[in-house]
């Protein structure tokens, strides 16, 4: 072989391992690829292993509205005395709603027959006499019987189907399977996403099922994509996954495995999965003592970023979760808002939370996970100072009910809520315990048996409601949020 060619032909395999390289984005520090994509088929959500499914099986509650709802034009005529009326919202993208499937259910044979008859405004024009009404299953699929505390029955009803256009990503349709659940003297329907999505990822030497879903907590997803979409990584030989935290059930939650961040997103029809490696940079957040003099220090809880991601702060994070507290940890850098966490301060354990409440409106909650451009995201990590959360702001009380501005007739009772607040980092005090002293407590259990013994005092505030002259009208202790 002449030497020139030789030359080039080993410059055409380096050429060739490079460009290899560069497609498998392999880091040299690391033997995790920077980005690994898998198929996810499509499976039966009555088919994931029940401890693998979370509550993808129990379906999305279409909360009640109690009463028939003002926005629909026509319900059709009913021969039940207690009809349970609702609605299911179906969101397009992250924030926006693209139709609320109003509904009802009714017991055809008359009052106290059973309910047999659901009638869903499938075709979202309000009217919901247009619709075929769904009769309720002789019995429940395979699979589909959900074990619940305090549930008595449970029924089944036919399932229906959504359609969702993507424009020029296609289409793709959602089977849907209602169930009406009674516990408790109240009925509540909730509505299942028949149709999961299941890959397989090797991630840093570990394998993991993963499971995606539209279902959502309180609405359906149109799109896969959608960081509020259902998401559970499971490791067979780890029985703590899928991981619990608050968000981690959720595409948009940032998972730790072995030492790396990764974040995962979606297709839109969900038919393929994406973990990326951050390769971004970290910040330190660390719980401070401010000018006390506490030493044992700590906090274990997710935040949640103003770009819609969820991370989890504590000790020896991993796709479990947090093992312990931790005096500080690394994150992503980002401004986030503390979603919700137990911090060890000194001799007090603190839960603290998002606050929810504003001026007597229970605005955009946790859950649902809605407007997020209200929240105001005051922890700022950043990559060359720590973020340093020591309580030193002043702390406010809010009161979410009534409002300032509310009027109230003479003699008509007046409910009044109050919250304690950090109003910088917009979070509030939740519970308050102070571990150096034990109370007694006793409680009765459902079956009427008493349950005693001693637990860390609750240093909960106490709310006094005075007339101007110093009578006082009303107290209560502090409801926490
Ligand atoms: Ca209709």
Known sequence: M???KR??????LSAVIFALLAVCGCDSKSDAPDVITVAMEEISTFDIPQRNHMDLAKGVWGRSTGEPSEQVKRYPELRTDKPVYGKLPVYGDLENVVKTLYWVVEESAGPGKGYDTLYVDRNNDLDLTNDEPLSAQESPPQGAEVKEEYVERQTWFSPFTLEFEHGDNGSHSVEIMPRL????????????PTKARKGR???????FDVY???????????????????FFLVNDDDPRTPATWEWAEFLCAMRRIG????????????????????????????????KRAFKNLGINGPLFSCDHRAVLAGGEVDEAGAKDMARSCRLPTGDYVLAIA?????????????NYHIDGRRRAKIHPKLAFDQWVYGITIRKDRPFVLDFSNEPE???????????????????????????????MIRRLIDTRQKVPYEYARRDGSKVSGEEDRSLDPKVVVTRLDGTVVAEGIMPFG
């Open 181 to 192: 659940r009674f516990g408790e003297d109240s009925a509540r329907m909730y509505f299942v």
């Open 7 to 12: 030359e080039w032909t080993v410059g055409l």
């Open 259 to 290: 030492g790396i961040w990764y974040q995962f997103s979606a297709t839109v029809r969900g038919d393929k999965v994406t973990a990326t490696k951050y390769k971004g940079d970290f910040g330190t957040f660390e719980i401070g003592a401010g």
């Open 397 to 427: 009380v809010l009161f979410a009910e009534p409002t300032s501005a509310q009027r109230f007739k003479t003699g008509e009772e007046v409910k009044v809520m109050a919250v304690l607040i950090d109003p910088v980092l917009d979070i």
């Open 212 to 230: 995606l879903s539209c279902d959502a907590y309180d609405a359906i997803r149109g799109r896969l994509n959608d960081p509020l979409c259902s």
């Open 201 to 207: 990822f090797a991630l840093v030497g570990k394998d």
């Open 342 to 354: 137990w911090i060890q301060y000194g001799p007090l354990s603190i839960q603290v939370s998002q």
């Open 2 to 4: 002449p030497v020139e």
